[in-house]
């Protein structure tokens, strides 16, 4: 409500017709913020408590609600922007009462009483303070490069990104969701001093978000025109590109797995945020001084890559530092596998994409060819021996 206003009206680049939806959705965004800073320690209960099918029940409550508000849009006659800002809006608060009315009901922790220990409050903020820095960062660097795109680019070129950041968040909830379900686990381990266990999960669980990423960004890294043309009907310019490229920045930066939270149970909140931080803040900062200097938008992705991949070992040698994680064997085991993995998935799919013509007929086969290919490649080698027979086991138990 300060430098935020003085920015969107003073150097955004908004049509003047406009700037009042504008500032329905800057106003609405301002109030969802400030509900969902609130519901942190909500959903954080519910993760550390492990109620995953609570955390999938909200989830299909948002999404099915989502589904409902948007189809309204199409039947209303009203602004469809300043529309799709309140039933955002709407959704986000519906969202926001159930999990709170669900955790103050069923958990002792989420009823409000005063408490007198200071030092806890301390520690409390020190955690937060550091983690606080690192979401910074992270707005700048996706939120700052949209700012950066809009000041040297105009609207036209934010439409193009905010087409790929759309497409690249709903392929990134598979992995997320996954992710959510395994860091409680290892904080335990970690605080039971099951170091070995501890360095096994976060080996497994950051190939499997990586593999499950790539099962489904592979084909639509190769078909992204056919599929936002079917969604979208007149593809803006430079969707196409920009959405390959952030598919790709997020397979890069999800080889990177579940490094962080074991950099997190260790407990080197304050060094973590600053070194990691630090680089990640390259996402923002040298894209400006490229496209000052006349560059294209599409630097913003490659440095984006390059900027992944150094995190990915800075997150490594943290991890080796703390607590001895071998990083010879993630490299071998992890990253070598999700390389091959995609490797076998472009050998057996590259050559039907360049040799047949651009048709839902190629999607299809390009579809079917790249399933077939993952499910191969992850069994015979994705997986280590152990993983495999884990696998085997669970499909056995469910179809005996």
Request: aromatic content about 14%; hydrophobic content about 55%.
């Amino acid at each position: 409500e300060s430098v935020g206003l003085w920015f969107l009206k003073n150097k955004l680049v908004i049509p003047a017709e406009r700037f009042d939806a504008a500032l329905w959705v800057y106003q609405l965004s301002v109030i969802s913020t400030l509900l969902g800073i609130t519901q942190v320690p909500y959903q954080a209960v519910i993760t550390a408590r492990e109620k995953m099918g609570v955390y999938a029940y909200l989830s299909i409550i948002d999404v099915t609600l989502k589904l409902i508000l948007v189809a309204i849009i199409c039947f209303v006659d009203f602004d469809k922007l300043k529309l799709l800002a309140l039933v955002v809006f709407f959704n986000g608060l519906i969202v926001f009462l159930i999990t709170r009315i669900y955790c103050i009901r069923h958990f002792d922790e989420c009823r409000l009483h005063f408490v007198k220990d200071w030092r806890a409050y301390l520690e409390i903020l020190n955690y937060a303070g550091w983690n606080l820095s690192s979401h910074v960062i992270l707005i700048a660097r996706t939120q700052g490069v949209n700012i950066l795109l809009n000041l040297f680019f105009g609207p036209a070129i934010n439409a193009a990104r905010g087409v790929a950041v759309q497409v690249n968040d709903m392929i990134l909830r598979f992995s997320r969701n996954f992710q959510t379900a395994v860091v409680p686990q290892i904080t335990k381990l970690y605080a039971s001093g099951q170091l070995k266990e501890m360095s096994g999960l976060i080996c497994m669980s950051s190939k499997i978000s990586y593999l499950l990423l790539v099962f489904f960004m592979f084909p639509m890294i190769l078909e992204t025109e056919c599929v936002l043309t079917l969604w979208l009907g007149k593809v803006p310019e430079w969707a196409v590109v920009f959405c390959k490229l952030t598919l790709i920045a997020s397979l890069f930066d999800a080889l990177s797995g579940t490094l962080v939270y074991g950099a997190l149970a260790v407990g080197v909140v304050r060094k973590y945020h600053l070194t990691v931080g630090g680089i990640l803040a390259l996402n923002f900062v040298l894209p400006y001084f490229l496209l000052k200097n006349g560059s294209s938008p599409i630097c913003v992705y490659y440095i984006e890559c390059l900027v992944f991949v150094a995190c990915l070992f800075v997150r490594l040698l943290f991890l080796k530092s703390y607590f001895n994680f071998s990083i010879t064997l993630y490299l071998r085991d992890v990253v070598l596998r999700c390389f091959a993995v995609t490797g076998f998935m472009s050998l057996i799919c590259i050559p039907v994409f360049v040799s047949m013509r651009a048709s839902l007929i190629r999607f299809v086969i390009i579809l079917l060819l790249s399933t077939l290919a993952f499910v191969m490649a992850s069994l015979f080698v994705g997986l280590n021996m152990l993983e495999r027979k884990k696998v085997f086991a669970t499909v056995e138990r469910k179809f005996p």
